[in-house]
Nanobody, 127 residues
C-alpha cells in the first residue's frame, strides 16, 4: 500500500504560480512511477504530467507543456508539480498517483495504469 497526500493548492490570479506537493508513505516511494492528473467540474480526470521512478524521464500533456514541471525527491518521498503562467482553464482538483513499476524509466500516461491515488487538492485560477 502507498498513501499519498497532496498539498499546495489554492487560489491564484491568472499568470501566477503554485507548487503542488505529494507526500508518500507506506510502500517504498522509489518503486513508484508518479503522475499528476486533474479533474475540472463536469469533466473527466485528465493526465497532466508523469515522471519515472528515477526522475530521469518526464512527460507532459500538451496543454501544460512549457508551463508545468514535474519533479521528485526520493529521499523525501515527495513528488512536485511546479505550475507557472497559470490560466483559468487550469482550475481543477489535482491528484497525484503512483504506479508500481519494476522499470526505473517507465512513464505511465493513462489513469487506468495507476495503482494508488491521493485525495486531491483544489487549484483555482481567477481571471
Amino acid at each position: 500500500q502507498v498513501q499519498l497526500v497532496e498539498s499546495g493548492g489554492g487560489l491564484v490570479q491568472a499568470g501566477g504560480s503554485l507548487r503542488l506537493s505529494c507526500a508518500a508513505s507506506g510502500r517504498t516511494f522509489s518503486s513508484c512511477a508518479m503522475g499528476w492528473f486533474r479533474q475540472a467540474p463536469g469533466k473527466e480526470r485528465e493526465f497532466v504530467a508523469a515522471i519515472s521512478r528515477s526522475g530521469g524521464s518526464t512527460y507532459y500533456a500538451d496543454s501544460v507543456k512549457g508551463r508545468f514541471t514535474i519533479s521528485r525527491d526520493n529521499a523525501k518521498n515527495t513528488v512536485y508539480l511546479q505550475m507557472n503562467s497559470l490560466e483559468p482553464e487550469d482550475t481543477a482538483v489535482y491528484y497525484c498517483a503512483c504506479k508500481s513499476s519494476s522499470s526505473r524509466y517507465y512513464i505511465a500516461r493513462s489513469k487506468s495504469e495507476y495503482d494508488y491515488w491521493g485525495q486531491g487538492t483544489q487549484v483555482t485560477v481567477s481571471s
